[in-house]
């Protein structure tokens, strides 16, 4: 499973309480990016797709690895269709919780985080390359305005019924 959105959307907690429901191991993508990455995010430069190759690339072999395994839940902001297309090339069956909020809310999310090298200044830039999940593409879009225990079990509900956006 993929968690993805954009930054403020809360996929580390969601992604690390489904991990725990479903006892499977859990991958943060932020620990997937080389330092260049870091670095650029943290002077508030977005990444370029040539950016993300690698860090996607990374990903990916972790799915694959998981997925030859049992599994496995991982963080990524998977905000294009093409990045979640290298994603399922590793897994054809990952199944994505696209983890969505109005961008008042993310803003306020991210303005009270500390800690975490992605600035709020690239919010607007995040949700300008953002493509929802298509009908064709396995998985749900969860409004996170709901609590984390609520967007937990509505995902494992939808799981358990392969349900699709």
């Known amino acids: 499973m993929?968690?993805?959105g954009v930054s403020g959307s809360g996929k580390t907690t969601v992604a690390s309480l489904l991990a725990d429901r479903l006892g499977v191991p859990l991958a943060e993508a932020d620990e997937f990016h080389p330092r260049a990455n870091i670095d650029k995010m943290t002077s508030g430069v977005p990444?370029?797709?040539a950016?993300?190759?690698p860090w996607l690339a990374a990903?990916?072999?972790w799915i694959a690895d998981r997925a030859?395994?049992?599994g496995g839940v991982v963080t990524c902001s998977a905000?294009?269709?093409r990045y979640r297309d290298t994603l399922r090339a590793a897994a054809p069956d990952v199944w994505f919780l696209h983890l969505d909020g109005s961008p008042d809310l993310l803003a306020e999310r991210i303005g009270h985080r500390s800690g975490h090298f992605m600035p709020p200044s690239l919010l607007a830039s995040q949700l300008a390359d953002l493509e929802p999940l298509t009908p064709e593409e396995r998985g749900i879009r969860l409004d996170v305005a709901h609590t984390p225990g609520e967007l937990v079990e509505a995902a494992l509900a939808a799981l358990r019924g392969g349900?699709?956006?």
């Open 47 to 49: 990444l370029t797709d």
């Open 51 to 53: 950016d993300r190759e």
């Open 59 to 61: 990903i990916a072999g």
């Open 2 to 4: 993929v968690v993805m």
């Open 163 to 165: 349900t699709r956006p």
């Open 79 to 81: 905000l294009k269709g």
């Open 68 to 70: 030859a395994d049992g």
